[in-house]
């Protein structure tokens, strides 16, 4: 079943990139050390900032047209922009955060993407 496993499907599930089967995190957004299920290794992909950056960049697009609707309708003072949006915000960063991470992760399993590190080989350093 390895490498059958769509990286978007058992994203959004929050399931295992190998498997499709185990749990993917731990708690509400700690990735696993190892999947329960078929026990590949989750230690060596962490997609870091990554996800919070689009969460973010999708959030801004999702809230921004309602705040400048009611804005120009109601004009309200900006106490109530703020008692408004804010729990939206961050209870939507909060949903999103999760199948995100997960995405990023299962993506970076099917690529297998690791760090980048520096060694220093290519004759360019001192
Ligand atoms: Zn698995």
């Known amino acids: 079943m390895a ?28 990735i696993a050390p190892r999947c329960t ?35 120009i309708v109601f004009a309200p003072p900006v106490w109530v922009h703020a008692i408004l949006w804010t729990p939206l915000i961050v209870l939507l960063g909060a949903w999103l ?6 995405i990023m992760f299962a993506l970076q399993w099917k690529h297998n993407a690791a760090d980048v590190r520096w060694t220093g ?3 360019h350093s001192s």
Do not use: N
């Open 97 to 102: 955060l999760r199948p995100f991470k997960s």
């Open 37 to 71: 299920a078929c026990g590949a290794d989750f230690s060596k992909a962490d997609a870091g900032d990554g996800p919070a950056f689009f969460v973010m960049f999708i959030l801004a697009i999702i809230i921004m047209p309602p705040v400048l609707l009611v804005q």
């Open 3 to 30: 490498g059958k496993v769509s990286p978007i499907k058992a994203g959004l599930a929050c399931r295992c990139p190998a498997c499709g089967e185990g749990p993917v995190f731990k708690s509400f957004l700690e």
């Open 121 to 123: 080989s290519d004759g």
